[in-house]
């Protein structure tokens, strides 16, 4: 927290954290897990794999205390960092805990495991020196709709609608640039530990990650997140968080109707479509939240006889 913001007064707190270790029994441990939050009356989104564990849960101060305490009391998770934002009140409206194949689905032809190999971490001061002072490549390892309302500037907009896009991608804008400076960067930096060591094995020689994300480099006192442009996109009911709290904060989303700027993001009412997209408040009340005419037309909802 900054000194010249207002400070929140809060009960409520939000998680993001993410560990790559070995689970030998992940649909087991997921149950165990799932216990546990319940019992803490914690909401969110956590991921089992074989792999690791990667979560966003939202709770009580007492009750994100008590759950970060239980899970570093674990040797497998007593390094897990925690990213903590304040709330006043939930994020999520339930809680689920699911097991995947991967923490993030990749799907990569060559191995991605940053137990092995991982690209060279950034602290947010090292990556603001790099993104100001020095010739390289910035890519945004998320997806295109979370470049839109908020990134980095000068970084490449990518042009994937999901994380497994990325390794063609990749080879296709950036394959002859395997020993150029490349530095990549995610919402809370899991992405970029799969993203940056698939890409090591892929031959490209110099590649850095910030890490911890850009939620950390937003909540950094030196950088204050400058350089950053927009908001940050997240996975749950804020949709969108703050991450620049210098002066020279810019907004850069724009309605998908009219162009005009905007950073309130809408679902299509159209039950078929729910495309996620940027509407100012005359569009949204136009197109009755709808994404396209086609769509506003359309039933809001199945129709039963």
């Not at 689905?105 to 020095?134: M, Q, Y």
């Not at 490209?204 to 996109?233: H, M, P, R, S």
Request: with cysteine.
């Amino acid at each position: 927290m900054f000194n010249d913001e207002k400070e929140l007064i809060s009960v409520y707190h939000v998680l993001l954290y993410y560990q790559f270790v070995a689970i030998d029994d992940p649909d087991g441990f997921a149950d165990q897990h799932r216990q546990l939050c319940n019992d803490l009356g914690l909401k969110g989104r956590i991921l089992v794999a074989p792999e690791g564990l990667n979560g966003t849960v939202s709770g009580k101060v007492e009750a994100c205390t008590q759950y970060r305490d239980t899970l570093v009391q674990d040797p497998r998770f007593a390094s897990m960092v925690f990213k903590i934002d304040e709330s006043e009140g939930h994020t999520f409206k339930k809680m689920f805990v699911r097991v995947k194949k991967e923490l993030v689905t990749f799907r990569a032809d060559l191995p991605s495991n940053p137990l092995e190999v991982t690209g060279h971490r950034l602290t947010p001061t090292e990556w603001k020196a790099k993104i100001e002072h020095e010739d390289v490549i910035i890519i945004d390892g998320r997806t295109d709709y979370e470049y839109d309302i908020g990134h980095f500037r000068g970084a490449i907009r990518p042009d994937c609608e999901s994380f497994r896009e990325f390794p063609d991608w990749i080879r296709s804008h950036f394959g002859d640039k395997k020993d150029k400076t490349i530095l990549t960067y995610c919402t809370g930096g899991i992405r970029c530990e799969k993203l940056t060591a698939f890409m090591m094995h892929d031959g490209f020689t110099n590649v850095y990650q910030l890490d911890g994300g850009i939620v950390t480099y937003g909540k950094d006192e030196q950088t204050k997140g400058a350089l950053w442009d927009g908001l940050c996109y997240v996975f749950d009911e804020r949709v969108t968080v703050p991450i620049n709290h210098t002066a020279d904060r810019n907004v850069i989303g724009t309605c998908h109707h009219c162009g005009e700027p905007t950073e309130h993001y809408v679902n299509c009412r159209n039950f078929r479509c729910r495309a996620q997209h940027l509407a100012c408040e005359p569009c949204e009340a136009l197109f009755k939240s709808a994404c396209s005419m086609e769509c506003m037309v359309a039933p809001e909802r199945p129709v039963y006889n």
